[in-house]
């Protein structure tokens, strides 16, 4: 990434950035219990836990007992890969997927020349913009920019930085190049906005999109699992 750097540390504020704002957008609440900051999200009915440095039962157990009040369905703790949490595991969690964290300069992504419009929802998470694909109708793809500082105040994400989210593509039209015309028209509204970087969490499948549009892979994070019901 010419000239830019960004850390795994980077990707990280930006996630939790991303789900507390999700969640407030939701109506849904945003609270700490022992050290442990948690974002409940009512539209997901899912409690996250936002990249604690530990996670002991005092601060796990009052989260569970909110978790179940709530209706909480699925509480899912964001980590980062060098963080145990063994008091989870005991718990029930068990360790999940691997966001694999990846990062792109805004000015190395490639852009088309009539990308897709975006728009910003009032279901959105302030400061997002959201890029969709239609056909006859029906959704078919579609993709989230997210960048804190333009939707509010924010003192944890550094200025320019922004975030990919919800990169979606239905199964019938994959592999027809939607994915990379949604991610491009997100990377011109980022050019826009005065973005220079953006990072996102990939999975190994869709690791090879990414990079073929100009990102690098960064490092890997953890993610652990509670169902509830």
Not at 107 to 112: G, N, T
Not at 166 to 183: F, I, K, N, P, S
Not at 210 to 226: A, C, D, K, P
């Amino acid at each position: 990434m010419t000239g830019v750097r960004v850390r795994i540390r980077d990707c990280e504020l930006v996630q939790a950035e991303w789900l507390r704002q999700s969640a407030v957008a939701a109506g849904g609440k945003i609270f700490s219990t022992h050290n442990i900051n948690w974002a409940w999200n009512p539209n997901e009915q899912s409690l996250y836990g936002l990249f604690p440095a530990s996670a002991e039962g005092s601060g796990l157990r009052p989260a569970l007992t909110e978790a179940v009040r709530l209706g909480v369905k699925t509480v899912g703790i964001w980590a980062n890969a060098a963080v145990r949490l063994p008091q989870a595991l005991q718990l029930g969690f068990e360790a999940g997927w691997q966001p694999w964290w990846m990062a792109a300069s805004v000015a190395e992504i490639p852009l088309d020349e009539s990308p897709l419009t975006t728009h910003h929802g009032l279901d959105l998470a302030k400061g997002a913009w959201q890029a969709q694909i239609d056909f006859d109708g029906e959704w078919a793809a579609s993709g989230t920019l997210f960048a804190p500082q333009l939707g509010f105040s924010s003192d944890v994400v550094r200025t320019g930085l922004g975030g990919i989210f919800d990169m979606y593509v239905a199964q019938e039209h994959q592999r027809q190049g939607l994915g990379t015309r949604v991610l491009r028209a997100l990377a011109a509204r980022a050019k826009q906005e005065g973005l220079d970087a953006l990072v996102l969490n990939s999975t190994p499948a869709g690791e090879r999109l990414y990079r073929s549009n100009g990102f690098e892979l960064i490092g890997r994070g953890q993610t652990y699992w509670l169902h509830l019901g």
